[in-house]
């Protein structure tokens, strides 16, 4: 029988998300032979901190510098006319810019793939990258277009009804967490 309240639970404690940044930093590296020419573009909100942490355990590791930036993808998106009203992010880009380089887009949640569209759209009138790679905290599935994260900290396989929330202590003032959420029609005693 249905209960009136929603159920959440939580999928990835700090610790784990701080071990898969640390994955997902080897892993950039492993692909790119080395840090030279890769830089690191977070989408806001979290992406952007989800880029600066994997930057550090990079810098950590090569003992380099990563260039970060942030990609807002406001204007980009294809859903402006359903949603309430944006403001409007800031794109910063790495002083030396994009061209040439490896990029590697850091966001927090794949889901239907319309994020990532938006950013390569954006990033095409920023520069021309030698390769664009994708790096996500959370693969949640259910795909409405062809795009697939290079660098993935953890798959997560859910309903279309449940909501995936990712929280970060830079972002949201909380410890670090993912959680999934069930509607309250959804949850079965």
Known sequence: MPTSAGAERTVLTESDISRSLVRIAHEILERNHGSDGVVLLGIPTRGVPLAERIARRINETEDASVPVGALDITMYR????????????????????????????????????????????????????????????????????????????????????ERVRVQLSETDGVADAVTISTPAAEVVR
Not at 102 to 112: A, E, K, R, T
Not at 124 to 141: E, S
């Open 78 to 161: 294809d859903d402006l006319r359903g949603q309430p009203t944006r403001t409007l992010g800031r794109t910063t880009l790495p002083a030396a810019g994009i061209d040439d380089q490896v990029v590697v887009l850091v966001d927090d949640v794949l889901y239907s793939g319309r994020t990532i569209r938006a950013a390569l759209d954006a990033l095409n009138d920023l520069g021309r990258p030698a390769a664009v790679q994708l790096a996500v905290l959370v693969d949640r599935g259910h795909r409405q277009l062809p795009i697939r994260a290079d660098f993935v900290g953890k798959n997560l396989p859910t309903s279309r009804a």
